[in-house]
């Protein structure tokens, strides 16, 4: 299962950003989908992830701010990112878990990551 995401770049604080992620495949049932980033010098840590039936969690420092959305019919999901900051400025990488029937086979796959800067 390959994922593809698009819509990072530079981006001025406080403008917004829209981050999209692709799976393709065939039969796929996808469960959980999220964004991760890793920043400069830091860990890779989960930003927001959502469930096949709607429900999200977020890291605390993008609640209020950033909002992870799906479609399901297209296995596609979003990263909203309003009033970006500096400290948001990552590669972004999108997983997504789920069946394979076609595969026969769970899998577990990432994108190449999109990177996002976010100037002052």
């Known amino acids: 299962v390959q994922l593809v995401e698009s819509g990072g770049g530079l981006v001025q604080a406080g403008h917004s950003l829209r981050l999209f992620c692709v799976a393709s495949?065939?039969?796929?049932?996808?469960?959980?989908m999220a964004w991760y980033r890793r920043a400069p010098g830091k860990q890779r840590e989960l930003v927001a992830s959502i469930t096949f039936g709607g429900n999200t969690n977020y890291t605390d420092s993008v609640k209020g701010r950033f909002t992870i959305s799906r479609e399901n019919a297209k296995n596609t999901v979003y990263l909203q990112m309003n009033t970006p900051k500096p400290e948001d400025t990552a590669v972004y990488y999108c997983?997504?878990?789920?069946?394979?029937?076609?595969?026969?086979?769970?899998?577990?796959?990432w994108g190449q990551g999109t990177q996002v800067t976010v100037s002052s």
């Open positions: 997983n997504a878990e789920g069946w394979s029937f076609s595969a026969k086979s769970h899998f577990n796959s």
């Open positions: 495949g065939s039969l796929l049932r996808i469960g959980t």
